[in-house]
């Protein structure tokens, strides 16, 4: 058997790292195909030495552009792989433009089975492109694995049929248990950046409805200064560069208890997390991590696809208005962190192989001799 991998970005090398890995175990062989998406150093090969992956099989090397441009010249490289390699498999993760045309390129195919993982997660927001992408992606595939029963009702909602579905859990508990600890004993993050444990916050903002607006960016800079200053506290702020871009480009003055520094590793990255005070962001991965650290999460956006964080009490969603960003932080701030995780057992790759029927491919030819 053989199981192809489609990634571009940074939450899809952390996400799918789990299953790569479960395949390898299995000795089931795999096609990693990156699209080029992300290419700086930090928002990508760090990921695959930091998490013991080998490099990619193959890199299209897209690079940025517009939506269009980027997703159609993804669509005709994965094809090309595909039409080569003839996996019996597809796995694709999360929502990203390399999410979709991994997953259009191979739902064209003969004999190729595509599986999304991170399946059913709505926003129902359709300004957000994510939000385009995942329901193109889970109409078009034929297997489905989300997160949580609460997604896997949403699947069926829509008229997804129930035999494509299997709730896993989702890969980011996989990956933070695999390496929450190595990050608290190697990490000297904190030393680095001179901060103490639970006396500072950590902020993150590169959503292309926040960062590419510059009142809104203007006014969550603005709001986060005021609640982490109302608490004494500095402001991590490891900087995407997609926001680092509009920074420069709006000349925006970040406010000076907000220390921007560059993308992290995801160890030094976990580590800021678990120690946080209370994290600032807009990220999905980032609402989850903190739900399954126990750090309180104040959300800077106006919804959510991730409600269950904020169903056990890890997450506020406060939008993007400073007054509303102050008192959600102030509302987070008194959390114990001692909230049960909604996000399933820590084997979601395991289960997400089992499901896919890749099972070990040395076990089954011993039985076979
Ligand atoms: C993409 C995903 C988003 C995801 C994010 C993860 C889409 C539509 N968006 O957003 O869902 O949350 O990745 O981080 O797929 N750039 C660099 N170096 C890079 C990559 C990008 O400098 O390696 C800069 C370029 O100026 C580029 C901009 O960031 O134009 C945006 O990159 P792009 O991949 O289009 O979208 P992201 O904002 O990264
Ligand atoms: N992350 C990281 N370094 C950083 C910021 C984030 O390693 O400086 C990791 C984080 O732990 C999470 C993932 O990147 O696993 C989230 O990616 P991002 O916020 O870019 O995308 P999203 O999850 O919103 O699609």
Redesign the pocket.
Known sequence: SKAAFVLG???EIIKLAPVIKACQRRNVSTLVIHTG????ES??EIFFSQLELDPPDVNLGVG?GS?GQ?TSEMVLGIEEQLMDATPDVLFVQG????TLAGALAACKLDNIDVAHIEAGLRSYDRNM??ERNRIIVDHAVDRLYPPTEETAALLRDEGIPGDRITVTGNTIVDAVEMYDETAASTSSTLTRLSVDKGEFDLLTA?R?ENVDDRDRFANILFGVAAAARHRNNEVIYPV???AA?RLESFDLAVPDCIRTIDPLDFFDFLRLESTASLVFTD??GVQEETCILGTPCVTLRNGTERPETAFVGANCIVGHRPDDIVAGARRMESKSGEWEPPFGDGHAAEHILDDVGLEDQHAERRAET
């Open positions: 970005t940074r939450p998406q992300h290419y700086s928002l990508d940025s939506h980027q929502d990203t433009n390399s492109p994510e590169h292309a995407h560069p997609r871009d990220s999905g």
